[in-house]
């Protein structure tokens, strides 16, 4: 089982949809979540951190984090094409100081 | 603020052929990390370093090595080149758990290696 799952997509939406990216992470004494944003040729930027159980607001963003089901997922509202890239979840395990990666879901944003 | 910078940004190197990516970050973070990433594909964990003097494997260390002797840099290795290390490569840094910001990685803009 990997470390980190996610769905490789791409996921198309329209725009001003909401956009749902999920994953699925092995280790149950992960602490840390994240999700990152990647565009093609560049390197990936922080969205969202989450560290409790439940929801976390942050503009158009939101993380949830459930850690009994060990899943972690990111909703974009009003989706806009320039949120077309590649999302990665991001978990610490194996001990704190590591943070592992899933494949990433490649997310377009149709006009 | 320069916050995490690598070089080369690119190079090609012959089989068998050795390098050093070199990494510096500007803002004092304990933790570094290499990441290799292929074409597709998501983030794997070569090596990391909770601080100077102390390094430990990822994922993805044979081929590799890294030495940390200074809080600041932290370069990669690569000795005998292969074609199964054309990627591309980023380097991270972040503080520790504990405070605001735990495992937040701030990322350098990469080095695309290819061995031919």
């Known amino acids: 089982q990997k470390e980190v799952e996610q769905n490789s997509g791409p996921l198309s939406v329209p725009e001003g949809a909401i956009a749902s990216l999920n994953c699925t992470y092995s280790?149950?004494?992960?602490?840390?979540f994240f999700w990152y944003r990647q565009y093609s040729g560049k390197s990936p930027e922080l969205i969202m951190s989450i560290y409790s159980n439940g929801d976390k607001e942050d503009g158009r963003f939101t993380a949830q984090l459930n850690k009994a089901s060990q899943y972690v997922s990111l909703l974009i509202r009003d989706s806009q094409p320039s949120d077309s890239a590649t999302y990665l979840c991001?978990?610490?395990?194996?001990?704190?100081?590591?943070?592992?990666f899933g494949t990433g879901t490649k997310l377009q944003v149709i006009p | 603020n320069a916050g995490v910078t690598q070089t080369p940004k690119f190079r090609i190197l012959k089989i068998g052929q050795s390098m050093t990516l070199q990494c510096t970050q500007d803002m004092n973070h304990n933790y570094m990390y290499w990441y290799r990433q292929d074409p597709g594909m998501g983030l794997k964990l070569i090596y990391y370093?909770?601080?100077?003097?102390?390094?430990d494997k990822g994922e993805v260390p044979n081929g590799y090595n890294v030495s940390r002797s200074t809080t600041e840099d932290f370069p990669l290795r690569l000795e005998l080149a292969a074609p199964s290390q054309t990627s591309v490569y980023f380097c991270?840094?972040?503080?520790?758990?504990?405070?605001?910001?735990?495992?937040?990685?701030?990322f350098g803009a990469g080095s695309r290696l290819t061995v031919l």
């Open positions: 370093s909770v601080g100077a003097g102390i390094t």
């Open positions: 991001a978990v610490n395990s194996g001990g704190y100081q590591k943070v592992t």
């Open positions: 280790d149950r004494g992960s602490q840390s």
């Open positions: 991270a840094s972040s503080y520790p758990p504990g405070g605001g910001g735990a495992n937040v990685l701030t």
